[in-house]
């Protein structure tokens, strides 16, 4: 059964770290696209960052460029999101996604995905 856990989440005062995982079992995370998303309160669910299947290729909103690294272990099964110097307005629910297809580049676009994890929160306030 396909499974995607993050974890990591937390309260972080601004300039501070977090690093979130998404531990994935029953699929081979490295054959598919994997994405972060994060939902902000009363705000639509936005596209953070993804990385390919197809050549490991990552991919930024523009907002968290230079701060957030993505990354993957692919003898742990997990993706990571690396998140430094964050701001208040990177509050929110931190989700991972896969896109089941096999070998695609990845892209910021919800439409891709099609499991998705609980989520984690973060809260970034002093």
């Known amino acids: 059964q396909l499974q995607l856990v993050e974890s990591g989440g937390g309260l972080v005062q601004p300039g501070g770290s977090l690093r979130l995982s998404c531990a994935a079992s029953?699929?081979?995370?490295?054959?598919?696209?994997i994405g972060w998303f994060r939902q902000a309160p009363g705000k639509e669910r936005e596209g953070v960052s993804c990385i390919s299947s197809t050549d490991g290729s990552t991919y930024y909103t523009d907002s968290v460029k230079g701060r957030f690294t993505i990354s993957r272990d692919d003898a742990k099964n997990t993706v990571y999101l690396q998140m430094n110097n964050l701001k208040a307005e990177d509050t929110g629910i931190y989700s991972c996604?896969?896109?089941?297809?096999?070998?695609?580049?990845?892209?910021?676009?919800?439409?891709?995905?099609?499991?998705w994890g609980q989520g984690t929160q973060v809260t970034v306030s002093s």
């Open positions: 029953g699929f081979t995370l490295r054959a598919h696209a």
């Open positions: 996604a896969v896109d089941r297809r096999v070998f695609r580049q990845c892209h910021l676009l919800i439409s891709q995905y099609d499991s």
